[in-house]
């Protein structure tokens, strides 16, 4: 068997990796009632740091952007505490992780603070919230400029306080149908100020919080997640690709640390990206390092890097089931299979 992805990778010829193994963000809502992360959260990350990078599960960058429950903070000292205790772990098992940053938009609920849901525009979504189908989506409040600025300035704090509390830098969750996703696609976002309408302005609020984030801990720590093709909470809209392309091309002088594909099955194509499948129209139209994500093993992982489709992977499910993932695979040993029961408990 190869062993491509075992080899060591640098990002941004900084920071080294020591396989191109990442595991993906995983939301397991297992943080006390502060959002604060706990003891079993640290045993739960140090056992994975075998994996090239951890990407840590989605953690908002303040209270009104919750909206799954027991989702871990970035915004109060204690969460700050909590997470190096994780960083702490990882480290001194030889890993590195970043700090995945969130913030639903739309799909926040105020059950869980106190204050008006925001999202681009006042265009609700149907369904309930997540372990808690009791709670029903409401119509958000678009936000305004002044909202905006607050945001952006948030997701910066969220990337200071990351570095504070350890982590080796952090991935702006742009994808999936949550805030920054909602503001790239026209299901979602009906403004007509300098962040509606056009591929542009469209683009603004997602180009602001990156450049935000790099300002304050360089690029070298930054990367992005984005969904092009995976319409979450959303309908598909033959517009969209322009805004993406527009995107991508000002994200190609950035000079991120990676950006990561945000889909679930990455051998869907979607009429909206020219009938290419997520990693297909990323690595068409992004030059940096590229993170491919959807459905991978071991094998069809490493198929896919050495035919150029990206540069790493990220494992998810598996990573669940098998803390010792990466061990498993240098030393060609069978994987425990993925089961939702291992939902329940952290292991």
């Known amino acids: 068997m190869t062993t491509e992805l075992l080899q060591p990778f640098k990002l941004n010829n900084s920071i080294a990796l020591q396989n191109r193994i990442l595991m993906a963000p995983l939301t397991r809502c297992m943080a006390d009632d502060n959002l604060v992360p706990t003891q079993a959260m640290v045993d739960y990350y140090a056992r994975r740091a075998g994996a090239g990078l951890i990407i840590s599960e989605a953690t908002i960058i303040r209270p009104d952007a919750q909206g799954y429950p027991n989702t871990p903070g970035l915004f109060t000292s204690e969460q700050i505490q909590g997470w190096r205790k994780v960083t702490d772990a990882v480290h001194a098992n030889g890993g590195k992780i970043f700090a995945q940053l969130w913030h639903v938009g739309r799909v926040a609920h105020p059950h869980f603070f106190d204050g008006e849901v925001l999202a681009p525009s006042a265009i609700g979504v149907q369904g309930s919230v997540p372990r808690m189908r009791e709670l029903t989506y409401q119509t958000p409040k678009a936000a305004t400029l002044e909202d905006i600025k607050g945001l952006i300035a948030d ?193």
């Not at 190609?252 to 990206?273: C, E, P, Q, V, W």
């Not at 459905?295 to 150029?308: H, M, R, V």
């Open 155 to 347: 997701y910066v704090k969220a990337a200071e306080n990351a570095v504070e509390a350890g982590f080796d830098g952090v991935e702006i969750h742009g994808a999936n149908g949550y805030l920054i996703d909602q503001f790239l696609h026209f299901a979602a976002n009906e403004r007509t100020d300098e962040y509606g309408q056009t591929p542009e302005n469209m683009a603004r609020f997602a180009l602001a919080v990156v450049d935000g984030v790099i300002a304050a801990i360089g690029a070298d720590k930054t990367a992005l997640r984005l969904s092009p093709g995976a319409y979450f909470n959303m309908s598909e809209d033959n517009r969209d690709q322009a805004v993406f392309d527009y995107l991508l091309a000002q994200l190609n002088t950035r000079k991120l640390a990676y950006l990561h594909g945000g889909i679930f099955d990455d051998s869907m194509r979607f009429a909206s990206l020219g009938n290419k499948t997520t990693s297909e129209y990323l690595r068409e139209h992004f030059s940096g390092t590229l993170v491919g994500v959807g459905g991978y093993d071991y094998e069809s992982a490493t198929t896919a890097i050495n035919d150029n489709k990206f540069d790493l992977i990220a494992i998810g499910r598996p990573f669940i089931a098998n803390p010792d993932y990466v061990s498993k695979i240098a030393n060609n040993e069978q994987l425990v299979t993925y089961d939702e029961s291992m939902l329940a408990e952290l292991i």
